[in-house]
């Protein structure tokens, strides 16, 4: 399971929620978080910004990466409430898309190695056709 996901857990746990009552918390769709942590899949940004604005004593620095206090301190909070938190959550956003980013990237690497072997299958198949017509023929 990755570590941010376990993270998501922990805030779940700590707030007294399942992970479903946790996405319905967030607005997301049921089976979102307990499918990606059954799966140890990524979620979408848009998942996070939510957790980021409804959880807001939650460090975003600690979500995302693990770095840092889980909890933020007192006067942390008082300066989101004064529009601080449009910052965060833009931080929060463009360290999610370098992420999804990276995440494409070696999902393009997968496609391209499976291109080959599909090419190489095929070669197979077709000198296996062959074969079986050959032997049909005698």
């Known amino acids: 399971m990755s570590s941010f996901l376990t993270r998501i857990k922990v805030i779940a746990d ?17 089976g979102v978080f307990t499918r990606a942590l059954t799966n140890n899949t990524d979620v979408q940004a ?8 409804k959880y807001p004593a939650y460090s975003s620095e600690w979500l995302l990466k693990g770095e840092g206090e889980m909890l933020k301190p007192v006067l942390a909070q008082e300066e989101e409430q004064e529009g601080y938190l449009t910052n965060e959550i833009e931080g929060v956003t463009n360290a999610v898309v370098n992420s999804l980013r990276q995440v494409i990237s070696s999902q393009n690497i997968t496609i391209k190695s499976q291109e080959k072997t599909i090419i190489s299958l095929e070669r197979l198949l077709s000198i296996q056709e062959q074969e079986i017509k050959s032997l049909r023929n005698k």
């Open 14 to 30: 700590r707030e007294g929620l399942s992970v479903t009552a946790f996405e319905t918390a967030v607005g997301a769709s049921r």
């Open 46 to 53: 848009k998942w996070l910004v939510s957790i980021v604005e």
